[in-house]
């Protein structure tokens, strides 16, 4: 068996000499052909060794080997080509990083056993942004570049290339929508003249969003760069892909997304490779797309879950996107209605400046905004309001907006018809007598009921009925509505408005991009609010208190952005718009979302979290696993000899105990499987300037194990949001 070796970290290829092929060969020499007898092999000469990154997910081989380049791959085998290579005895994939001399092995190499296409895929920026990234979320590289990289599709390689776009003279990018931004003309100065300018941008109410972020990346394109917009989800995407397609044409611009084919998506993203466009959108994928010269790297709505990315080493796209503008001295924009704690961070350290409109403005564009109990007259007119899913000024409101010919958003936190139950008295969750599962009601003619029990409570998880419920706290029989779903909300809402249609989107729904600008009630679950033309006349933004009680360390942050996107939807006060807010006004959120104050919030949002040690004031890991494996990487981390500074261990807690029914055909029970099925999670906790410190000693530990071939599996994640 050929042996392999690892190299140091490899440097730049050096540059082929004028007048010659990739490794430096004159052109018109032609290549030896290859020899079906591996021991003919001649190595190529002139850079005969190439450091290739294997795809290997092993903590412990994470790093590039040297492997020799046989003459007959001489003028393929350039930097970035996907290759093929023997290692530990078989043919796996990977990239061909750099060319050299020679190799700091003194032994023997393996060959490069085939160059599986010509086209180099991988640029040296997008390698060195995924080793940036696995360093930071302490992962291996081989992970981020399946990321970074779609799977191959020959038959689109071998498609004529498409052409490159106009020149930046005859793009003539607009600035009108920048000026109600004290510095938003500034940063559109700065994109003209090539500048590194870092913002966090505060959209106003019922701003154009979309049209903003195409004016900035035409500006970028107009200045010869180019422009990478992150967006959360698909609607967004074709939003935000009409807004640049009208302003840089649709040659232009180039959407990369999930939903796309295979073949559709490799075709797009050959085409920001090969340097046929400017301007890229797209999901969080879309964050490592080739895009040379970059000018602009965008984010919008950076709190949305759906930035960060679900295997392992869970970057988050706002993340990646500050590690590639530093280090390609391009300019970020972070924006959307809300602010999070991690871009507060960013405005703090002054590494990026706010963008954000005067007072007076934001007054003005805003909608009314009304929570329950703000005032004494409302609670004398209502004095239900604090206890009424609906209150009376929420009916108020709409009627006032049908009125007026507008249709009325109505937010609702979760989907279904009744999820979950309570006690009418004490509000303690209703439970079953036989397994404690929670009891919930089947929607009407939906089915999921007993025989002969349809209409009855019945237990989610074992699925009896419960015909004579009594609350083992307090011993009362009646039952309520815990939490109503969109389903039975656009029943009940139907009933209390004859004759106006109601609308649905999200919560089991077909998800609606947009709706008719007509007198309707639209019943949505938060993130599928669907665009109207001109704007809603009033939102309901219901059950605020299950928003805010679900056990989260974002949870009031999360909740606000939710709520600031569906109150900007709205048209402005003056226009007759108005926003209720069925929740205390006395809550730090609501009041927040009552004076439209999104960096306030972020500002005590973030000194909360420092005051009590959590992300992203610290850095902070949690390390998930059986308590054997956990208690190896803890151990591995705080005994290392680069230990961080400041380290604190919390915990180990279990953590997703196996729920078992302790009914009559189940036997005993604990409430606890084997040991084997045990899970715990520890959390690492250390200053912001160890965070470095941090995640290379949790690779390291992962590494140790990876070599030692350790069966259980254990999960790492940096900054996560479940503390628990």
Do not use: N
Request: hydrophobic fraction near 45%.
């Amino acid at each position: 068996m050929s042996t392999i070796t690892t190299s140091p970290a490899p440097g730049p290829c050096p540059l082929p000499r004028a007048g010659s092929g990739p490794s430096g060969r004159p052109r018109g020499v032609s290549t030896p052909p290859a020899s079906r007898t591996r021991g003919e092999w001649r190595p190529a000469a002139a850079l005969p060794v190439a450091r290739v990154a294997v795809d290997v997910g092993l903590a412990h081989l994470d790093r590039p080997f040297d492997y020799r380049v046989p003459a007959h791959l001489d003028d393929q085998a350039v930097p970035g080509v996907r290759v093929r290579v023997r290692f530990a005895g078989r043919l796996v994939d990977g990239y061909l990083l750099a060319r050299a001399e020679e190799s700091a092995h003194t032994g023997k190499l393996a060959w490069i056993d085939k160059v599986v296409s010509a086209e180099p895929v991988l640029t040296a920026e997008v390698e060195q942004l995924c080793r940036a990234v696995a360093d930071r979320y302490a992962g291996v590289l081989a992970d981020v570049l399946r990321m970074a990289v779609p799977p191959r599709h020959a038959r689109v390689e071998a498609e004529k290339p498409r052409e490159r776009t106009p020149g930046p003279d005859e793009l003539t990018p607009d600035r009108a929508g920048w000026a109600a931004y004290p510095r938003g003309e500034s940063f559109l100065d700065a994109l003209a003249g090539g500048r590194a300018a870092h913002a966090v941008w505060q959209a106003l109410p019922g701003e154009d969003w979309a049209a903003r972020l195409a004016e900035a990346a035409a500006q970028t394109a107009a200045a010869g760069r180019g422009a990478l917009l992150v967006v959360p989800d698909q609607r967004d995407v074709e939003r935000l892909l009409a807004a640049c397609s009208a302003l840089v044409g649709d040659d232009g611009v180039v959407a990369l997304s999930a939903d796309l084919g295979p073949a559709e998506r490799y075709r797009r993203w050959l085409s920001v490779r090969r340097g046929a466009v400017r301007v890229v959108i797209g999901t969080r994928s879309a964050a490592f797309a080739p895009l040379s010269d970059l000018g602009l790297l965008a984010v919008w709505d950076d709190g949305d879950d759906s930035h960060t990315e679900p295997r392992a080493p869970y970057p988050h796209v706002r993340d990646v996107l500050v590690l590639r503008a530093h280090r390609a001295g391009a300019a970020l924009l972070v924006g959307g209605f809300a602010r999070t704690a991690e871009s507060q961070v960013l405005v703090d350290s002054r590494w990026a400046s706010p963008i954000a409109a005067d007072r007076a403005i934001v007054r003005e564009r805003a909608p009314r905004i009304t929570a329950i109990g703000e005032t004494d007259t409302q609670l004398a007119r209502d004095p239900t309001a604090r206890a009424a899913r609906v209150p009376a000024v929420a009916f108020e409101a709409a009627r006032a907006a049908l009125g007026a010919g507008r249709p009325v958003l109505v937010q609702v936190p979760r989907a279904g018809y009744l999820p979950w139950l309570a006690c009418a008295s004490c509000r303690e969750t209703a439970r079953c007598r036989h397994c404690a599962g929670p009891l919930g009601l089947p929607r009407p003619g939906a089915g999921g009921a007993p025989d002969g029990a349809a209409g009855l409570p019945h237990c989610r998880w074992c699925g009896r009925a419960e015909p004579a419920y009594r609350c083992g706290g307090c011993g009362s029989r009646r039952l309520r509505a815990g939490v109503v779903g969109a389903g039975r909300t656009s029943e009940e809402l139907g009933r209390a408005f004859p004759g106006v249609s109601v609308r649905s989107s999200g919560g089991g729904a077909p998800v609606l991009s947009t709706v008719a600008a007509e007198p309707s009630l639209v019943v949505a679950t938060p993130g599928a609010e669907p665009a109207v033309e001109g704007g809603y006349g009033a939102a309901l933004l219901l059950d605020g208190w299950a928003m805010l009680s679900r056990p989260d360390l974002k949870v009031a942050e999360e909740t606000l952005r939710r709520w600031f996107a569906a109150a900007a939807a709205v048209v402005p006060h003056g226009d007759g718009g108005r926003v209720v807010v069925v929740a205390d006004s006395s809550l730090p959120t609501v009041q927040a979302l009552v004076r439209w104050d999104p960096a306030g919030h972020a500002e005590a949002e973030l000194a909360a979290r420092a005051e009590v040690g959590f992300p992203p004031a610290v850095r902070m890991a949690a390390v998930e696993g059986p308590p054997g494996a956990v208690a190896e990487v803890v151990d591995a981390v705080l005994a290392a000899d680069r230990a961080p500074s400041g380290v604190e261990l919390l915990g180990p807690v279990e953590i997703d105990p196996p729920e078992r029914p302790s009914g009559p055909s189940s036997g005993p029970s604990s409430g606890h499987g084997s040991d084997d099925e045990i899970r715990e999670r520890a959390l690492l906790r250390v200053p912001r300037a160890s965070g470095r410190e941090l995640a290379a000693a949790l690779a390291a530990a992962q590494a140790g194990r990876s070599a030692r071939k350790a069966a259980e599996p254990v999960r790492v994640r940096l900054d996560p949001s479940e503390i628990g």
